[in-house]
């Protein structure tokens, strides 16, 4: 089976074309093709161990081996180390968040050093998340698991990194955090960022997407707008398994 | 009091201070073995021969170039520092993705050449290096005699584990290091350079040593030996205070070379053993060390 032609409605800003990654030997991903769009937000959809976080891995070049092409506003990324990639204006939001234990939850908002110009400002990220300022000087790993959420999230939003990767930021939420992320998500969506959100939640996913890309087996299997989403429910079901 | 120990309190207060001294030197170099532990997760075997070489290194600025005692405080760790930035760039970076063993192996093997290349230069019966004339002689303070170069070395060794501890804890570039001790690769993914840090923590750990060693040449004859002798004591320091924590090393340094000094006052038989006894309990009792952390 071939890739679908990869669509995007405006102008790509993240291009990745025949991606593939290894953990080791193990080879993870198979030629990896999608479009990020300007302003976009996009999911990487599929089961447990499909290749989702680690196609982020390799975009962010976190992954030790990986071949083929990440394209930037048409600058290819694949050889660089992960630092001049956070400098080209990419940013994780890793699944299991590390937030470091051994800085304050001040220190951990501030560690990410600015890339590019407009960034929010520490004040902006505060109005997205309120809990944050009255847990300054806390530890970082005291927080609960979703202020830690809003923590990994807030600290790149500084950066002026453009397009973000969030892995999973739903995972192991209440359900009122999710809906403030879900309202994060629209409300940088409105802003210009770009963002690759790798979910499980379905209906998190549906309520924020604009496009979702169907992985498995370390490849994109499917495209589907959001729009269309509900005339392809049995079809996401068998992909999913749900 | 002292009558009823059956102690003279000069003999106790003079040992106290020579335990202050030593502990100013065991803080000062776990110090340092801490910070460089706690990044690039080697044990830093070098750290002794480093501490030599700094002290040889002033000796050798007074002997052949007349730079007297100030100029080798500063240049001689900045020197010693640099020769460490070419050993962590040429030798250590290659063994960053092997086990933590190889690293000491390598550090054990350039210790035992550093100092050899030194012994065959210049023998093992100790190099003299004068009391800088400004800290000749000293204060009766009644109780004690207090010589003015001691008690420099014991406020300098504060002054310096002080503001290691504030840039560590305090500082931006503080909380990078703290960050990419945890979690290297996350750091690197916000675009710092996490190479050129580990670099540059390596060279301020050896320049502690190095300036540690210019501390003590006035006082000990700057000798090849004089660090393999003592690095064996700061390893077990930084055992006790537990392995990459920056306060544990400064607190247990200075504590244990107060510990050792009362020891040579009550049981001298024990001081040469009592940190190791120390050591030994606290491992029992408290396996990572009395302000590590457990992983």
């Known amino acids: 089976m071939t890739d679908p032609a990869p669509i995007a409605s405006v102008q790509p800003l993240l291009t990745v074309r025949d991606l593939n990654g290894w953990y080791g030997e193990s080879h993870v991903l198979h030629g990896m093709n999608f479009d990020v769009g300007e302003g976009e937000v996009i999911t990487l959809l599929g089961r447990n161990g499909a290749g989702k976080t680690t196609t982020l891995k390799a975009i962010m070049g976190i992954l030790a081996r990986r071949r083929g092409s990440v394209s930037l506003a048409g600058r290819e990324l694949i050889g660089q180390p992960s630092r001049a990639i956070a400098k080209a204006g990419i940013a994780l939001c890793p699944e299991e968040r590390a937030i470091f234990s051994s800085l304050s939850v001040e220190e951990n908002l501030m560690l990410p050093p600015r890339v590019k110009p407009g960034g929010l400002t520490v004040e902006q990220v505060f109005e997205l998340f309120p809990n944050l300022k009255e847990r300054l000087s806390s530890q970082g790993t005291r927080l609960s698991g979703g202020e830690q959420q809003m923590l990994a999230i807030g600290r790149i939003l500084r950066t002026g990194a453009k397009l973000l990767l969030l892995d999973e930021p739903t995972e192991g939420l209440a359900p009122v955090i999710v809906q403030q992320i879900g309202r994060t998500i629209a409300r940088l969506k409105q802003e210009g960022f770009t963002i690759v959100l790798v979910e499980q939640n379905l209906r998190f996913a549906a309520s924020v997407a604009d496009r979702h890309y169907i992985v498995q087996q370390g490849r994109v299997i499917d495209t589907i707008p959001n729009a269309e989403l509900d005339a392809n429910t049995e079809k996401l079901h068998a992909y999913l398994g749900v | ?295």
């Not at chain 2, 550090?107 to 000749?136: C, H, K, M, V």
């Not at chain 2, 979690?183 to 670099?199: E, K």
Request: contains cysteine.
């Open chain 2, 1 to 295: 009091m002292f009558e009823l120990l059956g102690i003279a309190p000069q003999a106790l207060f003079g040992q106290l201070l020579l335990g202050l001294i030593n502990g100013s030197f065991y803080a000062m170099l776990s110090l340092g073995l801490a910070v460089i532990f706690g990044l690039l997760n080697i044990i830093n075997f070098a750290h002794g021969a480093q501490y030599m070489a700094g002290a040889f290194v002033a000796w050798m600025l007074l002997t052949y170039l007349g730079i007297p005692y100030w100029g080798a405080l500063v240049l001689s760790p900045l020197l010693v520092g640099a020769a460490g930035i070419v050993i962590e760039r040429l030798m250590i970076a290659r063994l960053y993705h092997l086990d933590h063993l190889y690293g000491l192996l390598l550090t054990f093997g350039l210790a035992l050449i550093i100092q050899g290349l030194f012994r065959n230069s210049y023998g093992i019966s100790g190099l003299p290096y004068t009391i800088p004339t400004e800290f000749q002689g000293g204060q009766n303070l009644g109780f004690m005699f207090l010589p003015n170069y001691r008690a420099w070395v014991v406020v300098a060794s504060v002054i310096v584990c002080f503001g290691t501890w504030f840039m560590i804890e305090k500082t931006r570039l503080g909380a990078y290091l703290r960050a990419a001790t945890e979690n290297p690769t996350m750091v690197g993914a916000f675009g710092i350079n996490v190479p050129r840090l580990i670099t540059l923590t390596y060279g301020f750990g050896v320049a502690l040593a190095a300036f540690a060693g210019v501390l003590a040449a006035p006082i000990y004859s700057v000798n090849p030996n004089m660090g393999a002798d003592l690095i064996i004591v700061v390893f077990a320091v930084v055992v006790i205070g537990g392995m990459g924590s920056i306060l544990g090393a400064i607190l247990t340094g200075f504590g244990l070379g107060l510990i050792e000094g009362l020891t040579k006052v009550f049981y001298p038989e024990g001081s040469a053993v009592v940190i190791f006894v120390i050591m030994a309990i606290v491992l029992m009792v408290k396996p990572a060390g009395l302000f590590g952390r457990t992983a």
